[in-house]
């Protein structure tokens, strides 16, 4: 079975093509950026090593599917005999609200919810649509499937989902926590459990995802019962460029102090804040806070405590939600490759059963692995995330029934 997952973003296209039927091999991938904007460029790859990066004349979501499968059947580069090997599209879709908590193939009706979601996801809903229109277009009869990251958080008891403001703001709104990044939470906690080979549905664990983004999931009989992110991605962690947790009443502040709208505020609190707030050289890189506080940056020195510390604070409470832990697993950029962050989040937690060795901890390695010590209560875990794989599996056991 060929799967074609398609993650379509505000001015990016990306893309993965599988092979499901030999052994989930990835035959092409890349991604076109800056579509409609000057400099369109399209990044192309394939498992026999051919590869280019160049630019392109891309306006739309449309022309960039057409571009990405022209790729996929030309001459020099191409992986497929014809168009007509692609069995399947996955999506990755960011909000389904409380109307969709599995895969779904992605009928009239589905799409409407994707677009009845746009007020609450105008970010990301109405381009992962346009995703969608564009792979009907350009590859009709394929069925395309819609995997959302906010359904594996559908799980969530209400005392943990809804906000502490009056009622009506849920009913009528829909105003509660979602939670997103829920096909990697999900995908790294089942691979813990096989990789450790206990039934996923005994285990207490609390996934921590700190790439760009960061959330942290706590999981029990192999349900999500509460993540960081809430209504948006801002709630939660200090993440590159989000504030995560405030006091709303800073916003406020701040609308007072400087007679900003709601748009700029949201810009301030999703793309100016964060370690790139905190750190003030310009990135909201974790590699540059780094290689900055080891040269002495005192702000970059803080942004790391801050990450760490909020982590940590998480961890902390979700191990109380869940009555204990048996599995804590680090995943994401920031969460796979660094182990002074991972070192950092657990240190001195030995008590809750969280012990860190630093022999396994501190190799780089792309490898699932265990880095606490083997007395340690709960087992600590790297484990790679991969959504693209995941939405590919999720597509294939839909259409597999
Ligand atoms: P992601 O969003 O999962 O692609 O993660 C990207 C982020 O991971 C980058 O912006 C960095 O902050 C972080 N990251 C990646 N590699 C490292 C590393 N070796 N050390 C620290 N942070 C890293």
Not at 75 to 81: D, N
Not at 377 to 394: F, Q
Request: hydrophobic content about 40%.
């Amino acid at each position: 079975m060929i799967v074609l997952v398609i993650n379509a973003g505000s001015s990016s296209v990306k893309f993965t093509l599988f092979n499901m039927s030999d052994g989930k091999k990835v035959l092409a991938q890349g991604l076109i950026e800056r579509i409609g904007i000057e400099g369109t460029s399209m990044k192309y790859s394939n498992h026999k090593g051919g590869k280019f990066e160049q630019k392109v004349q891309v306006a739309n979501p449309t022309d960039a599917v057409k571009e990405i499968t022209r790729n996929l059947v030309s001459p020099e580069y191409g992986v497929l005999g014809s168009l007509s090997e692609i069995n399947a599209i996955g999506h990755r879709i960011v909000h389904g609200m409380e109307k969709i908590s599995k895969p779904v193939l992605l009928t009239k009706e589905a799409k409407e919810i994707v677009r009845e979601c746009f007020s609450l996801s105008p970010l990301h809903n109405p381009h992962n649509l346009a995703g969608i229109e564009a792979c009907e277009a350009v590859l009709p009869g394929v069925p395309n499937v819609g995997v959302f990251d906010t359904a594996f958080h559908a799980t969530m008891p209400d005392y943990a989902y809804l906000y502490g403001i009056d009622y009506k703001w849920y009913e009528k709104d829909f105003i509660r926590r979602y939670g997103f990044h829920g096909t990697s939470h999900e995908y790294v906690s089942r691979a813990a459990a096989s990789f450790l080979g206990k039934p996923y549905e005994s285990l207490r664990i609390i996934t921590c995802h700190l790439g760009n983004g960061a959330s942290v999931t706590a999981i029990k009989d192999g349900k999500c019962q509460d993540t960081s992110m809430g209504l948006t991605p801002l709630e939660g962690l200090i993440m590159g460029t989000r504030s995560g947790d405030l006091d709303p009443a800073v916003v406020l502040h701040i609308m007072t102090l400087t007679g900003k709208n709601p748009k700029e505020m949201d810009v301030l609190l999703n793309k100016e804040s964060g370690v790139l707030g905190i750190g003030g050289i310009g990135s909201s890189d974790l590699r540059d806070i780094e290689e900055a506080a080891g040269k002495g940056n005192k702000r970059c020195e803080v942004a790391l405590k801050m990450f760490a510390y909020r982590v940590r604070k998480y961890i902390g409470a979700y191990i109380a939600v869940l009555s204990g832990l048996d599995v804590l697993v680090f995943t994401a950029g920031a969460g796979e490759n660094s182990s002074t962050l991972r070192a950092s989040v657990l240190a001195g937690l030995d008590e809750l059963g969280l012990t860190v060795d630093p022999k396994r901890n501190d190799p780089r390695s792309s490898e699932i692995r265990q880095i606490s010590t083997d007395a340690g209560r709960v087992k600590v875990l790297v484990v790679p995330t991969n959504e693209e794989l995941a939405i590919a599996d999720l597509t294939t056991g839909l259409l597999k029934g």
